[in-house]
Nanobody, 126 residues
Framework: QVQLVESGGGSVQAGGSLRLSCVSV????????WGWFRQAPGKEREWIAG?????????SYAESVKGRFTISRDNTKNTVYLQMNNLKPEDTGTYYC??????????????????WGHGTLVTVSS
């Protein structure tokens, strides 16, 4: 079983930046994807970024964050990051790190993920 712990959330003004971190504790992920999801107030949780956990490290992004957010990973630390630049008020929400299911390799699909952390809150003010 994978346990994920996010950190790095906070409050920032529009145009600012934050860097989220997610460390896998207790066990290494068993799947081949890391990802980030977010849930805005009153909305469903949505996938926003994914990274393949092997050598290629292919990344994918939702259109809403493409060009502003960057997902990366450090396998030596069992840690995945989400660098968020040029933040907008609509980026406000709880951000969840996610670990992929076994035998799922398309990290751009929300159904490739089976474990989520407890989330970290990001608030962007205008």
């Amino acid at each position: 079983q994978v346990q994920l712990v996010e950190s790095g959330g906070g409050s920032v003004q529009a145009g600012g930046s934050l860097r989220l971190s997610c460390v896998s504790v207790a066990y290494s992920p068993t799947g081949d994807c890391w990802g980030w999801f977010r849930q805005a107030p009153g909305k469903e949780r949505e996938w926003i970024a994914g990274i393949y956990n092997k050598a290629t490290g292919d990344t994918s992004y939702a259109e809403s964050v493409k060009g502003r957010f960057t997902i990366s990973r450090d396998n030596t630390k069992n840690t995945v990051y989400l660098q968020m630049n040029n933040l907008k008020p609509e980026d406000t929400g709880t951000y969840y790190c996610a670990a992929g299911k076994k035998y799922r390799w398309d990290c751009s699909r929300s159904d490739a993920f089976g474990t989520w952390g407890h989330g970290t809150l990001v608030t962007v003010s205008s």
